[in-house]
């Protein structure tokens, strides 16, 4: 059944509050911290045009704009710095619709159970730092990863990852997604009554 129907049939807020508060409790503990506001979710755009889903995070994600042989190696470098392969285990989330629209249908993402976050202080996303390879070559740009891109990454803080603006790696097995022109009204009770508003 579409969660959109699902939440105007029902009429049962507190039903859909019991799932994400038994599934995503240690996501919505940080969000219902008082420094959190109600806009501060994960965001991630999906191929899926539904309105509510569960899905699995991909152990081996293909690249989209990079040479598989490049990715493998960037995935080592974070699997070394961070013990996760941050390119290919990972689901890309933003903090805005617009970046989240780049990559598909905009949903709010709430990771099930742990989770890691992983973004970069400094840049908007990995790609971003593409002009520095057409500069420096292959061999160069390695060498300006390691000392300048790989740096400016932290794993965790979901707090300042939402607040920088910049691609967020989420690390989990599994998320419920919400599509965000479904979450309407009577969903945004759930998460007013989630953060005790």
Known sequence: MKFYNYINESDDIEKIKKTLEKDCNHYLNQLTSKNFLKKDLLISGRKKNVDFGIGDIRKKRNPRNTENEFHEWIDGQFNKTFGIKARSQTLFCFDNVSSATNYGAPHYIFPIGRF??????????????????????????????????????????????????????????????????????????????????
């Open 116 to 197: 890691e976050v992983i973004w970069s202080k400094e840049f908007r996303d990995l790609y971003s730092t593409r002009p520095y390879m057409d500069a420096y070559g292959l061999e160069g740009y390695k060498e300006f990863f390691l000392e300048n891109i790989l740096p400016t990454y932290i794993k965790g803080n979901l707090k300042d990852a939402l607040k920088s603006g910049n691609e967020i790696m989420l690390y989990c097995e599994s998320f419920q997604y919400y599509m965000m022109k479904s979450f309407n009204k009577k969903t945004h009770e759930v998460l007013n009554i989630l953060q005790g508003e």
